[in-house]
T-cell receptor, first 112, second 115 residues
Framework: AQSVTQPDIHITVSEGASLELRCNYS??????LFWYVQSPGQGLQLLLK??????LVQGIKGFEAEFKRSQSSFNLRKPSVHWSDAAEYFC??????????FGAGTILRVKS | KAGVTQTPRYLIKTRGQQVTLSCSPI?????VSWYQQTPGQGLQFLFE???????NKGNFPGRFSGRQFSNSRSEMNVSTLELGDSALYLC??????????????FGPGTRLTVL
């Protein structure tokens, strides 16, 4: 069965610092991987997705993620965090039809 | 294009009642999925509808049901509400094929509180 682990429940970074959010997945075949962001009281917004090909994926708002099959990881990165990036981030894996399996989420706090 | 819309945005019900939530997908999208989000269980898949047929179902009791209309709009129903059904219910739509690689676009959710 598919599963996603986000080891960090909370992360605090200073504005302007770099960010890396970790995601590990379990899936038998080539996974479809996604990162979504959720602001308080809002739905989920897609940041980026990986299906195949180049393992470094560029997304919106300056985010990127790298797929590493050998480590079963799909970590999200941003070189310089802005206060508006404070939100909850979810990694998800697809593959069973249109069903997404989500990780527990990582809450990002940004210090000014 | 307008995004996914969900109505109502907030609901308060009491135990034992039933509730119906509505979702209008992005124009042209034929697949609609529903998710439940709670602090304890996180985001969990409820079911997916494609061309008015339930195509996939998560591990939820039969009190949770849904349907899809010919215009792709979808409703989900929860009968005999329990306190544990309090959650944010998210609807997502995806384009025509509705396959595993499709991107799902989420609505703002309906916040259900059961008293």
């Amino acid at each position: 069965a598919q599963s996603v682990t986000q080891p960090d429940i909370h992360i605090t970074v200073s504005e302007g610092a770099s960010l890396e959010l970790r995601c590990n997945y379990s899936y038998g075949a080539t996974p479809y991987l996604f990162w979504y962001v959720q602001s308080p009281g809002q739905g989920l917004q897609l940041l980026l997705k990986y299906f195949s090909g180049d393992t470094l994926v560029q997304g919106i708002k300056g985010f990127e993620a790298e797929f590493k099959r050998s480590q079963s990881s799909f970590n999200l990165r941003k070189p310089s965090v802005h206060w508006s990036d404070a939100a909850e981030y979810f990694c998800a894996v697809g593959g069973d039809g249109n069903k997404l399996v989500f990780g527990a989420g990582t809450i990002l706090r940004v210090k000014s | 294009k307008a995004g996914v819309t969900q109505t109502p945005r907030y609901l308060i019900k009491t135990r034992g009642q039933q509730v119906t939530l509505s979702c209008s997908p992005i124009s042209g999208h034929r697949s609609v999925s529903w998710y439940q989000q709670t602090p304890g269980q996180g985001l969990q898949f409820l079911f997916e509808y494609f061309s008015e047929t339930q195509r996939n179902k998560g591990n939820f009791p039969g009190r949770f049901s849904g349907r899809q209309f010919s215009n792709s709009r979808s409703e989900m129903n929860v009968s005999t509400l329990e306190l544990g059904d309090s959650a944010l219910y998210l609807c997502a739509s995806s384009p025509a094929s509705g396959g595993a690689g499709d991107t799902q676009y989420f609505g703002p959710g309906t916040r259900l509180t059961v008293l």
